[in-house]
Nanobody, 129 residues
Framework: QVQLVESGGGLVQPGGSLRLSCTAS????????IGWFRQAPGKEREGVSW????????FYADSVQGRFTISRDSAKNTVYLQMNSLNPEDTAVYYC??????????????????????WGQGTQVTVSS
């Protein structure tokens, strides 16, 4: 059973920072990619960032480019999302996701939820003064 566990969410003031963690059961190198998504109330889930676990290549949505950084620590089976310069529009539940073993996430579609088969339970991020 694949498990993804997110942590690190919380309440932060505008302009502040948070670092989210996604820890996978087993080896993250077993998955071709790990993605971060978010869903705000009343909105559809959107892709935020993803990382190729083997190459380390990283990809970002335009809305977070330059503010968020995704990284991996294979020894800890953990992927991080460093979020800086947060604003109220970043308020959402953040999820990490992984494709099933053997599924290669396609570069142009890495921010699409249908590329992923396993999801964590989510962690709330609230940006408010």
């Amino acid at each position: 059973q694949v498990q993804l566990v997110e942590s690190g969410g919380g309440l932060v003031q505008p302009g502040g920072s948070l670092r989210l963690s996604c820890t996978a059961s087993g080896f993250i190198l077993d998955y071709s990619a790990i993605g971060w998504f978010r869903q705000a109330p009343g909105k559809e889930r959107e892709g935020v960032s993803w990382i190729s676990t083997r190459s380390g290549n990283t990809f970002y949505a335009d809305s977070v480019q330059g503010r968020f950084t995704i990284s991996r620590d294979s020894a800890k089976n953990t992927v991080y999302l460093q979020m800086n310069s947060l604003n109220p529009e970043d308020t959402a539940v953040y999820y990490c996701a992984a494709p099933r073993r053997g599924w290669v996430v396609r570069e142009d579609w890495g921010l699409q939820s249908y590329e992923y088969h396993y999801w964590g339970q989510g962690t709330q991020v609230t940006v408010s003064s």
